[in-house]
């Protein structure tokens, strides 16, 4: 079995490539969903390609802000695991979401605008905020946080 900090960070690479993958994937999936409104006929492979595409954009930046704003949230988390009465596997993907919703709430004054599109409507807001609460989720798992600590 790796070194308990190794499993940590390999949990945490884990988590957080799952958080930045599944908001990719959503913000490409509103986008497109709204040009589906207006009438537009997408392909699916052109939908594949165009998520892919995505991807490839919003992991350097997105993906790099993603993964900071994680790795606080867990750090804090971590510690309050061993001080709250609330667990591991509640606490960690509560992090998640509100790293997310933080981000993106940060965002918007800063640059004076939504960047994440998919994120401008409120569906799309709580589906990018799910991304990180799916990840406190996978964090909890793969780290073997999933008991109350006492």
Do not use: K
């Not at 052109?46 to 892919?52: A, Q």
Request: charged share 5%; aromatic share 8%; hydrophobic share 55%.
């Amino acid at each position: 079995m790796p070194h308990s900090r190794t499993r940590t960070l390999i949990a945490f690479f884990i988590a957080s490539l799952s958080a930045i993958l599944i908001a990719c994937f959503s913000h490409s999936q509103f986008v497109l969903n709204e040009l589906v409104i207006l009438g537009v006929v997408i392909p699916a492979n052109v939908r594949i390609g165009f998520t892919l595409d995505d991807l490839i954009g919003l992991l350097p930046t997105y993906g790099a802000i993603i993964t900071l704003g994680l790795a606080i949230a867990f750090s804090i988390s971590a510690w309050l695991v061993r001080r709250a009465t609330l667990p591991a596997i509640i606490l960690y993907p509560l992090a998640g979401v509100v790293t997310l919703a933080a981000i993106l709430s940060l965002m918007h004054p800063v640059l004076e605008i939504t960047l994440i599109a998919g994120a401008r409507s409120s569906t799309g807001f709580i589906s990018q905020c799910l991304a990180g609460g799916i990840a406190g989720w996978v964090f909890a798992l793969l780290t073997g946080n999933t008991q109350h600590p006492r």
